[in-house]
């Protein structure tokens, strides 16, 4: 049992009375969003959620909670929640809606969905989502067996830029992706003999406390740095964890490919390698050899603005480790140079050994390899249509399916010039893009504007929806839903135990919507059904390992969390490569430092540094009309994106978009803390409210993300005064790198000023007048 745990408050059942509430054990996933599925004990009374608590007995979060899911009840049943689907019956914008029948909407969806599939082809039809949530799948696999269009993509993210950078990369390299091993793919935890205390994490562009993000919850870091763990943080802000690290790299945003080709320079010219796991399990280390001697620590102390002598320290610190381990972020996707980021990040990881060793970096895998998240459903399509794909051309790494989902960028492109064919219609289902997900918000908008017909899939009213949406579905939340979900390991059910007003879960609408579509590929009678197949459904494509699952959606909603027995160094073992023999899934058998496909494409096979588009480097004179780097979107507590602006106990501990500012830069503008300031550059403008801290680099400053004011009208001009405070009207789209991956999100420039009396207009009324793009485009 892992330490904390509670023997006597144990309950073998899923489901038991306690005076007069039902509580039911299971897993808390989105809506309200998260990417992780804490476990929890939801106590319901007359059907009605009444409490929730953090589930002390589940492995994964021993019972601790974040305050987002403490504060579920606020959320569950705020009065803004969307109660039954609605048709737009003024003109787009108003905000003018009627209450139609679930079977109203669905004709209207079917109907549209003939016509275009008719007139332009299936292609023509994009299903949106955001981040990773539970219906990871769900979305994919209504756009491919549903509409049967290629174009599944994530809500305009630029660069398809998160985690998919990295994902597609490691997989490039490794075969397979890997994660910090805090034990928490081990039924007994840090109580198993097996598992090893990671002597240093090396955490880079990453702030697992606040984020939790992909599966891998911050808390545990605390935990083994109670054991003994060491830190190196990377990061332009000194965090908690900074401030607790024996090393923090105050780097330059933007250019953390640079800094750790330094440390490969480092660790390899002073052969603090793993010599044994080089020799036997890499591929290319004198082509990596020769690459990093073009990034020597002083060369690359100018460019990330890291001194010299820390970078030397730290990558000794990190190689001498054993094991070291490497948490890394989102900070590593969203710069141009993302792909070679977290190439030379994972070179790091095998030139010290890392890779599938206890407290290391462990290669995982789905939980008893269930379906192919983004890829769900596509091999129903023909090689012809998938060809059709946007951004099937934008590198061969597209070409060569290293993600599943459609190019954002090339989506966007498709919907303004109608090249390589016309958009008609936009299915967005948990993506809120104006607000949020898209760069450059104004063009965004202006685009959703052109697209015959829209629906959203949400759980409130966004901005999106009032912009664009003909019709607007509500989604049942994680306690009203019957789902499954693994983000690598292990696999957990979600139990439905209320129902909200007409709200159907995601999974529902997608099934109840597809067996009207396409009811072969459908066939499943139930939610429940479906969760079995899909709980089943690594024996589609199997692999040497993991094995596949028997059992039924019922069978986990019981033990809610379940796994195959975890395996380390599975290269030796033969258990990473479907021909059985050992080695890494690559075509070498090898970790590929220098990447054998990228060689045979054309693209650079190493790791390399690109500066961002517009930086003090690239573009000096633009740099001192806009002498500040921006970087955007570090994650808070009370806010999951552009979710839970609404929620009263939210707001009172964070009312207003902030951005930070270091007091030197603050004074020279007169900017006072608790001021309103206009954060601008060539693109847009938005105001937040300064903090002055000391915990940046003068000339950087961060500014939050998401942000919208539900408080406000909704009708435009006003659209809940989206734009008024939106990092993202500074931040361009098509700024990726050759590869199509990555974006500009954390390296940008810009300059601030204070708002006055005089210069306070309103940037969404600009906008929304306009009709979008264009308002300080030079
Ligand atoms: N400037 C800047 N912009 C960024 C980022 C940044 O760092 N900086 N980060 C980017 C990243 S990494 C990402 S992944 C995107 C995220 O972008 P999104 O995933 O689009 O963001 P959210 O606001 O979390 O979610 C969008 C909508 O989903 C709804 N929703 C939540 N749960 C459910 C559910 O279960 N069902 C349904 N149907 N709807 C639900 C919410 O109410 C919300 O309106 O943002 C990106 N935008
Ligand atoms: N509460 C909450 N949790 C979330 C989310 C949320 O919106 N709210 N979003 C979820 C999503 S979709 C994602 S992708 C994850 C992301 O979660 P994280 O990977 O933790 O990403 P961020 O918080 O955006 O940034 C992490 C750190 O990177 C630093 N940073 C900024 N620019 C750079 C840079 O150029 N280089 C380096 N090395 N560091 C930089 C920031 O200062 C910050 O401390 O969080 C997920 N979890
Ligand atoms: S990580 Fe936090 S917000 Fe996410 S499910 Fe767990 S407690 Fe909830
Ligand atoms: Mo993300």
């Given at each position: 049992?892992?330490?904390?745990?509670?023997?006597?408050?144990?309950?073998?059942?899923?489901?038991?009375?306690?005076?007069?509430?039902?509580?039911?054990?299971?897993?808390?996933?989105?809506?309200?969003?998260?990417?992780?599925?804490?476990?929890?004990?939801?106590?319901?009374?007359?059907?009605?959620?009444?409490?929730?608590?953090?589930?002390?007995?589940?492995?994964?979060?021993?019972?601790?909670?974040?305050?987002?899911?403490?504060?579920?009840?606020?959320?569950?049943?705020?009065?803004?929640?969307?109660?039954?689907?609605?048709?737009?019956?003024?003109?787009?914008?108003?905000?003018?809606?009627?209450?139609?029948?679930?079977?109203?909407?669905?004709?209207?969806?079917?109907?549209?969905?003939?016509?275009?599939?008719?007139?332009?082809?299936?292609?023509?039809?994009?299903?949106?989502?955001?981040?990773?949530?539970?219906?990871?799948?769900?979305?994919?696999?209504?756009?491919?067996?549903?509409?049967?269009?290629?174009?599944?993509?994530?809500?305009?993210?630029?660069?398809?830029?998160?985690?998919?950078p990295r994902v597609s990369t490691t997989f490039a390299t490794c075969g397979d992706f890997n994660v910090v091993d805090c034990s928490q793919n081990l039924p007994d935890r840090y109580a198993d003999p097996e598992w090893k205390v990671p002597e240093v994490i090396m955490i880079w562009g990453n702030?697992p406390?606040?984020?939790?993000?992909d599966n891998f919850?911050?808390?545990w870091i605390?935990d083994v740095m109670k054991m003994g763990t060491k830190l190196i943080v990377v990061?332009?802000?000194?965090?908690?964890?900074?401030?607790?690290a024996d090393h923090w790299l105050?780097?330059?945003?933007?250019?953390d490919a640079a800094l750790a080709l330094a440390m490969i320079n480092v660790i390899i010219s002073e052969g603090l390698y793993d010599k044994k796991f080089v020799e036997e399990w890499t591929y290319g280390f004198d082509e990596l050899a020769e690459r990093a001697k073009q990034y020597p620590p002083d060369k690359v102390?100018?460019?990330s603005?890291v001194?010299k002598e820390q970078i030397i320290e730290a990558a000794r610190f990190f190689a001498k480790a054993n094991p070291g381990a490497l948490q890394w972020g989102?900070?590593v996707?969203?710069?141009?140079s993302g792909i070679p980021c977290a190439h030379a990040l994972t070179c790091i990881n095998a030139l010290c050994g890392n890779l599938d060793v206890p407290g290391g970096n462990m290669m995982v895998r789905c939980a008893?390899n269930?379906?192919?998240?983004?890829?769900?459903?596509?091999?129903?399509?023909?090689?012809?249509?998938?060809?059709?794909?946007?951004?099937?051309?934008?590198?061969?790494?597209?070409?060569?399916?290293f993600?599943?989902?459609?190019?954002?960028?090339?989506?966007?492109?498709?919907?303004?010039?109608?090249?390589?064919?016309?958009?008609?219609?936009?299915?967005?289902?948990?993506?809120?893009?104006?607000?949020?997900?898209?760069?450059?918000?104004?063009?965004?908008?202006?685009?959703?504007?052109?697209?015959?017909?829209?629906?959203?899939?949400?759980?409130?009213?966004?901005?999106?929806?009032?912009?664009?949406?003909?019709?607007?579905?509500?989604?049942?939340?994680?306690?009203?839903?019957?789902?499954?979900?693994?983000?690598w390991w292990?696999?957990?059910?979600?139990?439905?135990?209320?129902?909200?007003?007409?709200?159907?879960?995601?999974?529902?609408?997608?099934?109840?919507?597809?067996?009207?579509?396409?009811?072969?590929?459908?066939?499943?009678?139930?939610?429940?059904?479906?969760?079995?197949?899909?709980?089943?459904?690594?024996?589609?494509?199997?692999v040497a390992w993991p094995p596949?699952?028997?059992?039924?959606?019922?069978?986990?909603?019981?033990?809610?969390?379940?796994a195959p027995k975890w395996e380390y160094k599975k290269y030796e073992k033969g258990l990473l490569r479907n021909d059985g023999e050992p080695g890494f899934n690559t075509p070498t058998g090898k970790v590929e430092l220098f990447v054998t496909v990228f060689d045979g494409?054309?693209q650079d096979p190493l790791p390399y540094y690109?500066?961002?588009?517009?930086?003090?480097?690239?573009?000096?004179?633009?740099?001192?009309?806009?002498?500040?780097?921006?970087?955007?979107?570090?994650?808070?507590?009370?806010?999951?994106?552009?979710?839970?602006?609404?929620?009263?106990?939210?707001?009172?501990?964070?009312?207003?978009?902030?951005?930070?500012?270091?007091?030197?830069?603050?004074?020279?503008?007169?900017?006072?803390?608790?001021?309103?300031?206009?954060?601008?550059?060539?693109?847009?403008?938005?105001?937040?409210?300064?903090?002055?801290?000391?915990?940046?680099?003068?000339?950087?400053?961060?500014?939050?993300?998401?942000?919208?004011?539900?408080?406000?009208?909704?009708?435009?001009?006003?659209?809940?005064?989206?734009?008024?405070?939106?990092?993202?009207?500074?931040?361009?789209?098509?700024?990726?790198?050759?590869?199509?991956?990555?974006?500009?999100?954390?390296?940008?420039?810009?300059?601030?000023?204070?708002?006055?009396?005089?210069?306070?207009?309103?940037?969404?009324?600009?906008?929304?007048?306009?009709?979008?793009?264009?308002?300080?485009?030079?």
């Amino acid at each position: 049992m892992p330490e904390g745990i509670n023997k006597d408050i144990y309950k073998d059942e899923w489901q038991w009375q306690e005076g007069e509430y039902t509580v039911t054990r299971t897993a808390q996933w989105t809506g309200p969003g998260c990417h992780d599925s804490c476990g929890v004990l939801f106590y319901t009374k007359d059907g009605k959620l009444e409490k929730i608590e953090g589930d002390p007995n589940a492995p994964y979060n021993q019972g601790r909670l974040c305050m987002r899911c403490l504060n579920m009840i606020e959320t569950v049943y705020h009065p803004d929640r969307l109660k039954w689907p609605l048709k737009r019956v003024g003109k787009r914008g108003e905000n003018k809606w009627e209450r139609i029948t679930w079977d109203e909407a669905y004709d209207m969806i079917v109907e549209n969905v003939r016509k275009f599939q008719k007139e332009n082809g299936p292609e023509s039809i994009v299903g949106l989502e955001g981040t990773g949530r539970n219906i990871v799948w769900i979305t994919p696999y209504l756009t491919y067996c549903g509409f049967g269009s290629p174009n599944f993509g994530l809500g305009f993210l630029s660069g398809d830029s998160c985690y998919l950078p990295r994902v597609s990369t490691t997989f490039a390299t490794c075969g397979d992706f890997n994660v910090v091993d805090c034990s928490q793919n081990l039924p007994d935890r840090y109580a198993d003999p097996e598992w090893k205390v990671p002597e240093v994490i090396m955490i880079w562009g990453n702030n697992p406390l606040v984020s939790n993000g992909d599966n891998f919850l911050g808390h545990w870091i605390v935990d083994v740095m109670k054991m003994g763990t060491k830190l190196i943080v990377v990061d332009p802000q000194l965090t908690w964890l900074a401030a607790r690290a024996d090393h923090w790299l105050q780097i330059r945003p933007g250019t953390d490919a640079a800094l750790a080709l330094a440390m490969i320079n480092v660790i390899i010219s002073e052969g603090l390698y793993d010599k044994k796991f080089v020799e036997e399990w890499t591929y290319g280390f004198d082509e990596l050899a020769e690459r990093a001697k073009q990034y020597p620590p002083d060369k690359v102390a100018e460019i990330s603005w890291v001194p010299k002598e820390q970078i030397i320290e730290a990558a000794r610190f990190f190689a001498k480790a054993n094991p070291g381990a490497l948490q890394w972020g989102l900070a590593v996707d969203q710069s141009v140079s993302g792909i070679p980021c977290a190439h030379a990040l994972t070179c790091i990881n095998a030139l010290c050994g890392n890779l599938d060793v206890p407290g290391g970096n462990m290669m995982v895998r789905c939980a008893y390899n269930v379906a192919d998240s983004y890829g769900a459903g596509k091999w129903n399509l023909s090689e012809e249509m998938n060809r059709k794909q946007l951004g099937f051309d934008i590198s061969p790494m597209h070409q060569n399916h290293f993600s599943a989902s459609a190019h954002g960028d090339s989506i966007l492109r498709a919907i303004e010039t109608d090249r390589p064919y016309p958009v008609k219609m936009l299915w967005m289902q948990t993506t809120n893009p104006i607000a949020n997900m898209g760069a450059e918000a104004p063009r965004i908008y202006k685009a959703l504007k052109k697209v015959e017909f829209n629906v959203v899939v949400d759980l409130f009213m966004t901005p999106t929806a009032v912009a664009c949406a003909d019709l607007v579905l509500p989604a049942g939340m994680s306690c009203e839903r019957n789902s499954v979900r693994a983000w690598w390991w292990p696999l957990k059910s979600i139990s439905k135990v209320t129902q909200y007003e007409e709200c159907k879960s995601d999974e529902q609408i997608v099934l109840e919507l597809g067996k009207r579509l396409n009811p072969e590929l459908f066939p499943w009678e139930t939610d429940v059904d479906m969760m079995t197949w899909f709980i089943q459904s690594g024996k589609l494509f199997p692999v040497a390992w993991p094995p596949q699952a028997e059992f039924t959606f019922d069978d986990l909603k019981k033990n809610v969390i379940s796994a195959p027995k975890w395996e380390y160094k599975k290269y030796e073992k033969g258990l990473l490569r479907n021909d059985g023999e050992p080695g890494f899934n690559t075509p070498t058998g090898k970790v590929e430092l220098f990447v054998t496909v990228f060689d045979g494409w054309g693209q650079d096979p190493l790791p390399y540094y690109e500066e961002p588009h517009e930086s003090p480097v690239t573009t000096p004179e633009l740099f001192k009309q806009y002498p500040l780097v921006l970087t955007t979107g570090q994650r808070q507590w009370e806010y999951f994106h552009s979710e839970q602006r609404q929620m009263p106990t939210m707001r009172e501990f964070k009312p207003d978009p902030i951005v930070e500012i270091h007091p030197e830069t603050a004074a020279a503008q007169g900017i006072q803390e608790g001021d309103w300031v206009w954060i601008e550059n060539m693109r847009g403008k938005c105001k937040q409210k300064a903090k002055l801290s000391h915990t940046l680099n003068p000339k950087v400053i961060r500014a939050e993300h998401g942000w919208w004011f539900p408080e406000k009208a909704g009708a435009e001009p006003s659209l809940f005064g989206v734009f008024d405070s939106n990092i993202n009207n500074l931040i361009p789209m098509m700024q990726h790198g050759p590869s199509g991956y990555g974006s500009p999100y954390k390296a940008q420039i810009c300059k601030i000023y204070k708002v006055t009396l005089e210069n306070d207009q309103s940037v969404t009324e600009t906008v929304t007048k306009m009709g979008g793009f264009g308002y300080v485009e030079k």
